[in-house]
């Protein structure tokens, strides 16, 4: 059996009075949180983040806020010449809208261009309608736009990652849940399954009318 020396002790100690420490500490905090509630103090909730498509049009020249105003979005920002992350985006789009069948009929499902130069109207009129007929195209001025993207962190923060190596606008590659009030609900990622997100949205996707 080891035998512990004088400066072995000390160390000991010192790690179970650490240790105790940590645990009076955690349990303090519990006990505090519970006390709260019972006080009727909510817990501390995260910033709101709400999207922003005031300066924004649909394809044939609509205010965004008379398409969009008082129904939930699913959002996806990207621009028609993009190569594969937006096919594969408004195809994963369409796949669920046809796996929601008529489930949530308050959902409206938006492609935000990042590229007006290039993507006129007809242009994204004529890219959305290729993946769903149900896809709203907006489009608006460059800053107006990448405003837009940015509030939903849409955007890479780093300029020098502004550009793909194709020369397009970079952005996040995934959708965006908005309540009425276009308050971000959620995320889906690209790898997402079909079933989970069209689970998810029948959860989250309340009637409004």
């Known amino acids: 059996m080891r035998v512990l020396h004088s400066a072995d002790k000390k160390g000991s100690r010192r790690r179970q009075g650490a ?31 709400t999207a ?3 300066a924004l049009t649909d394809t044939g020249g609509a205010p ?9 979005t699913l959002v996806a920002y990207g621009y028609t010449s993009c190569p594969e992350a ?4 408004l195809t994963k789009l369409h796949v669920v809208l ?5 489930d949530v009929p308050d959902l409206v499902p938006v492609f935000v261009t990042l590229d007006p130069e ?50 397009g606008p970079n952005h996040a590659v995934r959708l965006y849940l908005l309540g009425p009030d276009h308050a971000l609900l959620h995320t ?5 399954a079909t079933s989970l997100i ?6 989250r996707v309340t009637p409004t009318g």
């Not at 505090?32 to 009727?40: E, I, M, N």
């Not at 965004?64 to 939930?72: D, E, I, T």
């Not at 046809?98 to 008529?102: E, G, P, R, Y």
């Not at 709203?136 to 993207?149: F, I, K, N, P, Y």
């Open 64 to 72: 965004a806020a008379s398409r969009l105003g008082g129904h939930y």
């Open 98 to 102: 046809t796996a929601l069948k008529s």
């Open 198 to 203: 069209a689970n998810d949205l029948r959860r």
């Open 118 to 167: 290039h993507d006129t109207p007809e242009v994204l009129a004529a890219y959305v309608q290729h993946f769903d007929p149900r896809i709203v195209g907006l489009t608006g001025s460059r800053a107006a736009l990448e405003a837009s993207a940015a509030r939903l962190s849409a955007l890479p923060q780093d300029p020098s990652n502004a550009r793909t190596p194709d020369g």
């Open 52 to 54: 922003d498509f005031t």
């Open 188 to 192: 889906y990622e690209l790898g997402d």
């Open 86 to 89: 937006c096919p594969a985006t």
């Open 19 to 49: 240790v105790t420490r940590f645990v009076l500490f955690a349990a303090l905090a519990v006990a505090g949180a519970v006390v709260a509630l019972r006080l009727g103090y909510a817990p501390v909730a995260a910033p709101t983040v």
